[in-house]
């Protein structure tokens, strides 16, 4: 009995040290996280001159301009901050007779509760809790890598116009709905944005407004991005944000959202990359609508500006490929990323645009309007030859309102999940 009585002492001894053993490894191997957080929070972080804390929850520190982070990137040791073109301020005001009756009195929130100093640029913390919803610390800002569309993997599919050869990027977990133009030369492209804030039902999901400036459109491209944005994985939250990303290998390694790399270079002290927008259209109501504008300049850096006239920085020519030269095709539309889009049924309920069809148009669906191309010829027009493309037709789908004698108005947008149609 004795001996008994000692055997299992010596295994409760035996469970305890495993115990504490398992726990010392946990221990550290938390600790090692906890740094690896510290050490991103550290780098993303610059020193800041003034702090604001928005009422949306957002913090937004004033970095001297030299010291934000795509200085931080080798290629940049030696850049001076490029001047602003002329021609980049230059703008279009529509005419009356083809102007929608909406209001560009778009803004950023946390504008209502300060500014930034001369000689800063405002950018938006990054907190812990915004690291810790990543699966990975190195990708943090960047989209999902996913493969391509292929003859093999493309036969689950139950919508007959998508194809493998259809000329579009078909990535699978993507879904767009977009205008497109092609070309050899284009040097620049705005549009006046819609305003919305669909719902974003999974919280890996986001849903997207926006442009594109791309080289090449296959496996291989290169893109400039920019236009507003719900995307509560990066965000921590389902606000309609102004957004920037850039990619010279089709998402792989290179490029981010806003400043969340190094890449985009800010010079402007009253804009905000990933700062709330509002006021937020409502159906049959006022619309809303933000202009945004991507142009080149001869040393083959590309700007972005908004509300017409406002330059907010610019991508370097430095961490560019072909897109230092021009641009090949431009879409405008929205985009839905996630695990249920393009697959077998239920479908995403993410919405795209307003969140209703296209087909609703003015007061309904999302749209951008004063849709114009730039090319050599250094005019600032409509593309001659455009065309609509949708991924999912039945999910979120496309109409291109061009009425003789009137400026076009691009609409896009859907619902998601909406069975029959899109189970």
Same mark, same amino acid.
């Given at each position: 009995?004795?001996?008994?009585?000692?055997?299992?002492?010596?295994?409760?001894?035996?469970? @305890?040290?495993?115990?504490?053993?398992?726990? %010392?490894?946990?221990?550290?191997?938390?600790?090692?996280?906890?740094?690896?957080?510290?050490?991103?929070?550290?780098? =993303?972080?610059?020193?800041?001159?003034?702090?604001?804390?928005?009422?949306? /929850?957002?913090?937004?520190?004033?970095?001297?301009?030299?010291?934000?982070?795509?200085?931080?990137?080798?290629?940049?040791?030696?850049?001076?901050?490029?001047?602003?073109? #002329?021609?980049?301020?230059?703008?279009?005001?529509?005419?009356?007779?083809?102007?929608?009756?909406?209001?560009?009195?778009?803004?950023?929130?946390?504008? %209502?509760?300060?500014?930034?100093?001369?000689?800063?640029?405002?950018?938006?913390?990054? =907190?812990?809790? #915004?690291?810790?919803?990543?699966?990975?610390?190195?990708?943090?800002?960047?989209?999902?890598?996913?493969?391509?569309?292929?003859?093999?993997?493309?036969?689950?599919?139950?919508?007959?116009?998508?194809? @493998?050869?259809? /000329?579009?990027?078909?990535?699978?977990?993507?879904?767009?709905?977009?205008?497109?133009?092609?070309?050899?030369?284009?040097?620049?492209?705005?549009?006046?944005?819609?305003?919305?804030?669909?719902?974003?039902?999974?919280?890996?999901?986001?849903?997207? @407004?926006?442009?594109?400036?791309?080289?090449?459109?296959?496996?291989?491209?290169?893109?400039?991005?920019? /236009?507003?944005?719900?995307?509560?994985? =990066?965000?921590?939250?389902?606000?309609?944000?102004?957004?920037?990303?850039?990619?010279?290998?089709?998402?792989?390694?290179?490029?981010?959202?806003?400043?969340?790399?190094?890449?985009?270079?800010?010079?402007?002290?009253?804009?905000?990359?990933?700062?709330?927008?509002?006021?937020?259209?409502?159906?049959?109501?006022?619309?809303?609508?933000?202009?945004? !504008?991507?142009?080149?300049?001869?040393?083959?850096?590309?700007?972005?500006?908004?509300?017409?006239?406002?330059?907010?920085?610019?991508?370097?020519?430095?961490?560019?490929?072909?897109?230092?030269?021009?641009?090949?095709?431009?879409?405008? *539309? !929205?985009?839905?990323?996630?695990?249920?889009?393009?697959?077998?049924?239920?479908?995403?309920?993410?919405?795209?645009?307003? !969140?209703?069809?296209?087909?609703?148009?003015? *007061?309904?669906?999302?749209?951008?309007?004063?849709?114009?191309?730039?090319?050599?010829?250094?005019?600032?027009?409509?593309?001659?030859?455009?065309?609509?493309?949708?991924?999912?037709?039945?999910?979120?789908?496309?109409?291109?309102?061009?009425?003789?004698?009137?400026?076009?108005?691009?609409?896009? *947008? /859907? @619902?998601?999940?909406?069975?029959?149609?899109?189970?």
């Amino acid at each position: 009995m004795e001996k008994y009585n000692v055997a299992i002492l010596l295994l409760w001894v035996f469970i @305890a040290l495993c115990n504490i053993l398992e726990l %010392k490894v946990e221990a550290k191997a938390s600790s090692h996280f906890e740094r690896e957080i510290e050490a991103k929070l550290k780098l =993303l972080n610059k020193p800041a001159v003034k702090s604001i804390k928005s009422e949306d /929850g957002d913090i937004i520190d004033c970095i001297d301009i030299y010291k934000q982070l795509a200085f931080d990137h080798p290629t940049l040791k030696n850049h001076t901050i490029k001047r602003v073109p #002329d021609f980049v301020l230059e703008s279009e005001s529509p005419s009356r007779e083809n102007s929608l009756n909406a209001s560009s009195d778009v803004f950023q929130t946390w504008q %209502k509760s300060g500014s930034c100093p001369e000689g800063t640029v405002p950018i938006r913390r990054i =907190l812990k809790e #915004d690291l810790l919803r990543v699966s990975s610390l190195d990708r943090f800002g960047q989209k999902p890598i996913e493969p391509f569309f292929n003859s093999t993997n493309i036969s689950n599919l139950n919508f007959s116009n998508l194809t @493998a050869n259809d /000329g579009q990027v078909n990535l699978i977990n993507r879904s767009d709905a977009h205008l497109v133009a092609y070309g050899f030369n284009f040097i620049g492209a705005q549009a006046s944005i819609n305003v919305w804030n669909p719902n974003v039902e999974r919280e890996e999901d986001f849903t997207t @407004a926006q442009m594109w400036l791309k080289t090449n459109n296959g496996p291989n491209f290169e893109s400039i991005e920019s /236009g507003w944005m719900v995307n509560p994985k =990066l965000y921590g939250d389902h606000n309609t944000r102004l957004f920037v990303y850039w990619t010279k290998d089709s998402y792989n390694s290179t490029g981010c959202f806003d400043l969340t790399c190094q890449g985009f270079v800010q010079t402007n002290k009253d804009i905000v990359l990933g700062g709330t927008l509002g006021p937020i259209s409502s159906p049959f109501k006022q619309q809303y609508e933000f202009n945004v !504008g991507i142009f080149w300049d001869n040393e083959g850096n590309w700007w972005l500006k908004v509300m017409n006239s406002i330059p907010v920085g610019y991508w370097p020519a430095e961490f560019l490929g072909g897109l230092k030269h021009s641009a090949t095709l431009i879409q405008w *539309g !929205g985009q839905v990323f996630s695990y249920a889009v393009k697959t077998d049924p239920p479908h995403t309920g993410t919405q795209m645009g307003s !969140g209703s069809e296209a087909n609703g148009r003015f *007061g309904v669906a999302c749209y951008m309007s004063n849709v114009r191309i730039k090319d050599y010829s250094q005019s600032l027009k409509y593309p001659q030859f455009v065309s609509t493309h949708a991924a999912e037709p039945y999910c979120y789908n496309t109409l291109n309102d061009a009425p003789y004698g009137k400026d076009p108005v691009f609409y896009f *947008g /859907g @619902a998601g999940r909406k069975p029959p149609y899109c189970p």
